[in-house]
């Protein structure tokens, strides 16, 4: 086996962006592997990606038509299966996305294939190599996957740049899998979460709050700090899980990219998801108790204290 | 109707902690354990799915894979509402990545043969969001992952489910039963159990079993396995952060210039 095989994400008729990423963390490791550098893209209307996805690197595009008009796990699952039997690469890439985590992991249990999720580094030594975290992204693990023919990766989004169109076309293959009846669930329809009575996305300086903040009771005080700095409050997941703020405020992956020229962050440790969400902020400021958590990995400036008492002499300061 | 709930006995280093000598474990002294948060949304899910079909003969199962420290969890379920508990291990499955965990979920799954099959996204220290679709693969089951809502049909066994996508979108979907979900968090109000049933909890079924019970071997959980952790670091975080020091004065004073400066060029 091998050679790489990318997959790449579409979704309501557009290539999202990690598809382009996973080309770039495929070409570091394509030479090594010792092959080409192949892309499948999946669904009914598969043939429209071939222009976008022929970008520099890529030796190759595949299409597998599928019967189900948006992503559909067990088909999807069933494609890569196919995929795999029939160009028997040695390393396989998906995103670590939403529609990854649904068929990802059944496709390297049912191949045996090796396989870790969420990476952050592909490199190759006799074999694939894989960096991830680990504990809560407070250490990074390094994998091995021996005897392994085949390794499927997830790799995180946001990490490889997005590869450049080449200069010119990029060959076309269809692939024809038997797709018909594999479908288990039923699309009933999309639904965009309500822009609410703010739009965090536009706001040059965002004060965001997160689980440190400890108590609903705490917001009211965090809102008016907001107004005095000027700034337009948005939160972590917890606090919208908790159901204190509503979703439309909410940054990360599941809630809303951010872009502000300041982020200040009070009591935010720093989930991957939430990281995916604010670290193109052009100045990260990060107050948080634990000097070990995430966020200050992307932040410029840190401090590690008491976000109540940073807070309490911020409102001072703007006396 | 019956519920199979996979959780997960996380760990959380401390601020301070020491690697193994082996360079790819932590020193326990320096862990802390916990049930896996996204696991008190996917209990939450399975009990209040229970109460809302009513009567007898209804089941939610919580079984795990893990150490001793791991009942823990597994009785904090039962004190919640949970009917009983499985636990398994053998010290192969030390540092098990999701493929071999989800193995021998698979084996318990299959003896339980449950209507539903109840995952949480992810767990909050490996983090792959994987171990539930990978069970699902070995099972056969249709499955979701990410799920925010969740309402059954009893008549047609049939889940309604929304799954969670990035950027503020979601997908209504329909599967049926038997099928595997993995749920985010925030789909409900986990419930807190009272101090009776805490202590009730320990008269409920715990069952600990090995991999021999189970019709599995160490040689096809090794095998299962995706990947095996060569080494263990703190991430290189590039420069960093530059850190503000000082009084929470200080810090602030700094805060407010950077803010006025960043915020007039």
């Not at chain 1, 196919?82 to 992991?105: K, N, W």
């Not at chain 2, 082996?22 to 002294?29: N, Q, R, S, W």
């Not at chain 2, 309604?160 to 599967?175: A, D, Q």
């Not at chain 2, 975080?237 to 700094?254: C, I, K, Q, T, Y």
Request: with cysteine; glycine share 10%.
């Amino acid at each position: 086996m091998s050679g790489v095989l990318v997959v790449a994400e579409t979704r309501r008729g557009e290539l999202r962006e990690v598809s382009l990423e996973l080309v770039s963390a495929a070409r570091e490791v394509k030479d090594a592997a010792g092959g080409r550098l192949v892309v499948a893209v999946i669904g009914a209307d598969a043939d429209r990606f071939v222009a976008p996805l022929g970008v520099e690197g890529v030796d190759e595009v595949l299409t597998v038509s599928a019967p189900t008009d948006n992503f559909e796990a067990h088909v999807w699952q069933r494609a890569l299966e196919a995929l795999i039997e029939a160009e028997r690469p040695a390393l396989v890439l998906t995103g670590h996305t939403i529609d990854s985590l649904g068929f990802a992991p059944a496709v390297a249990a049912r191949g045996a294939l090796g396989f870790a999720a969420d990476v952050v580094a592909v490199t190759w030594a006799d074999g694939p190599q894989a960096r991830r975290g680990a504990y809560g992204d407070k250490l990074e693990a390094e994998l091995e996957f021996a005897g392994k023919p085949c390794t499927l990766l997830t790799v995180r989004p946001g990490i490889f740049p997005v590869a450049s169109p080449a200069g010119e076309s990029v060959p076309a293959r269809g692939v024809a899998v038997d797709l018909e009846g594999v479908a288990r669930t039923e699309h009933v329809e999309f639904v965009e979460v309500s822009a609410g009575d703010v739009d965090i996305t536009k706001a040059d300086f965002l004060l965001s709050i997160g689980r440190g903040i400890e108590d609903k009771d705490n917001i009211p005080r965090f809102e008016k700090l907001a107004e005095r700095l000027g700034a337009t409050l948005s939160v972590s997941r917890p606090l919208v899980d908790a159901g204190w703020m509503p979703g439309a405020r909410q940054v990360g992956q599941s809630g809303k990219t951010v872009k502000p020229r300041v982020y200040l962050a009070l009591g935010i440790s720093g989930a991957v998801q939430h990281l995916a969400g604010m670290r193109a902020a052009e100045t990260i400021i990060a107050v948080n108790s634990d000097p070990e958590a995430p966020i200050f990995g992307v932040a410029h400036y840190g401090a590690v204290a008491d976000l109540f008492e940073v807070a309490d002499e911020l409102e001072q300061a703007l006396e | 109707m019956k519920i199979v709930v996979a959780v997960k006995q996380v760990a959380a280093l401390d601020e301070e902690f020491e690697l193994l000598d082996d360079g790819v474990g932590v020193d326990p002294d320096y862990v802390e354990w916990d049930l896996n948060e996204w696991d008190t949304f996917s209990l939450e899910a399975a009990l209040q799915l229970r109460e809302s079909v009513g009567g007898e003969g209804h089941e939610v199962v919580a079984v795990t894979v893990g150490e001793e420290e791991a009942e823990e969890g597994l009785l904090s379920c039962l004190a919640k509402g949970a009917d009983r508990a499985v636990r398994v291990w053998d010290d192969v499955l030390e540092g098990a990545d999701p493929l071999a965990v989800a193995r021998v979920l698979a084996a318990i799954v299959e003896r339980e043969a449950p209507d539903l099959v109840l995952c949480g996204v992810q767990s909050s220290d490996a983090v792959n969001g994987s171990t539930g679709t990978a069970l699902a693969g070995y099972l056969d089951l249709p499955r979701v992952a990410v799920v925010t809502q969740l309402e059954w049909d009893g008549a047609s066994g049939t889940a309604t489910v929304h799954r969670e996508l990035e950027g503020g979108l979601l997908e209504v979907l329909r599967i049926r039963a038997p099928a595997l979900l993995t749920i985010q968090t925030g789909i409900n109000e986990p419930r807190y159990a009272t101090l009776r049933a805490i202590k009730q909890a320990r008269e409920k079924p715990l069952e600990v079993t090995g991999l021999e019970e189970l019709g599995l071997d160490r040689g096809a959980v090794e095998a299962a396995a995706g990947s095996r952790t060569v080494a263990l670091a703190t991430p290189d975080r590039g420069a960093g952060a530059e850190m503000l020091n000082g009084s929470p004065a200080a810090v602030a004073a700094r805060i407010v210039e950077i803010v006025r400066e960043r915020m007039s060029g």
